[in-house]
């Protein structure tokens, strides 16, 4: 390499060092092309250099291009921190919350290893295979994919993303996360994306005494679709739950018949209380 290109190289790396090192001290190990520019300004770093200076360190390996404008420090400076895929999720489609699969693992409800990070998000959601007009091939959903994990956004309406709490996941970073009682409401809402009703059956009966029920009922009341408050009282009353608990949820009404589980076919036998069809057991049963 000549002088001048080592010259240049090694001004390049100082610059992006102390740019990196700045943005860590204020705590944006993910930031935008707009915190760059902020922190980058008091250190000589003007706007046309920094737009030649961030792909330089994406190429280098010190970022993590998320998406245009938005950037990971990959941690690699002496006592620089290592970003976690919760915080990655959290801030590539913003607001978001984790979700499904993966609050159910972060709250001990599953010993299952979740692939990927699922999230909950009031915005709409493009995926850059959304873009180039790709289909989703079964059950396999669109997602975004950075360092070899998968981020798979639902999307609600805002009225509907309620339930959420702030989380310390590592002495650094805090991130919002579905509470235990909204994160077992998702899989009455879409009980596709945890399994089928089978599995969160089997989850609420093995940790029906680490949640709060009450609270439970209150988010499907709130929640507002008379079929997944129907779904849910319907497992409270077969858990022998406390009638005062689900009563709110039975006298909701409901026109017309709705079955237990939306992702099987329809069968089983029929329940006049909740006006539910059993088709998680055979036609005849009870």
Known sequence: MATKEREQASYTDTLGVRLLRGLGERGRYVFTTAEAREVGAPLGIGERYLSQLLPSLVAGGWLTRLRRGLYAQAGLLPGEVSLPPFVVATRLVSPAAVSHWSAM??????????HGVMALTPRKVVTPSMRRGEKALGAVRHAWKVGGIRYEYTSVKPEHYFGIEEVWIDTH?????TDRERTVLDGFIAPRLLGGMGEVFGVLEEHLQALDLAKLVAYALRYGKASVAKRVGMVLERLQVPEPIWAP???????????????RPAGGPYDQRWMIRNNLVPTGSR
Not at 173 to 177: A, G, H, L, T, Y
């Open 249 to 263: 949820l039975a006298a909701l009404p409901i026109a017309g018949f709705r079955v237990l589980d939306p992702t």
């Open 173 to 177: 970073f805090q991130v919002p996360i």
């Open 105 to 114: 693992s972060h709250h001990g409800l599953t010993e299952q290893i979740p």
